[in-house]
């Protein structure tokens, strides 16, 4: 059974950092495409960040290149997102997913597997 687990988040002062980790279990194959997608309030879910586990490849969103860094562990199975100088824009509901079938990397439709999110809030 595959799941997909985020940890970290929490409250931070804009400026500040925070780590969200996610943790995949039970995939087959070992290369499948990890993201970080993120959802404020009234808004759509929008893709942040993603890395080909295999390869390490890259692709962030404009509003976070700079600022975040999306990156992978093989041996733990885990993908993280270092987020840096964060802004009061920042603060949404963070989810990773998992297992890209081949589509737009920023497309929610894309992805067959997807963590519960963690909630992420920068403010003074």
């Known amino acids: 059974q595959v799941q997909v687990v985020e940890s970290g988040g929490g409250s931070v002062q804009p400026g500040g950092s925070l780590r969200l980790s996610c943790a995949a279990s039970g995939f087959t194959s070992s290369i499948y495409d990890m993201a970080w997608f993120r959802q404020a309030p009234v808004k759509e879910r929008e893709g942040v960040a993603v890395?080909?586990?295999?390869?390490?490849?890259?692709v962030y969103d404009d509003s976070v290149k700079g600022r975040f860094t999306i990156s992978r562990d093989l041996n733990k199975k885990t993908v993280y997102l270092q987020m840096d100088k964060l802004k009061s824009e920042d603060s949404a509901m963070y989810y990773c997913?998992?297992?890209?079938?081949?589509?737009?990397?920023?497309?929610?439709?894309?992805?067959?597997?997807w963590g519960k999110g963690n909630r992420v809030t920068v403010s003074s």
């Open positions: 997913a998992a297992d890209r079938n081949g589509g737009i990397w920023y497309s929610t439709s894309s992805y067959r597997y």
């Open positions: 890395i080909d586990t295999s390869t390490s490849r890259t």
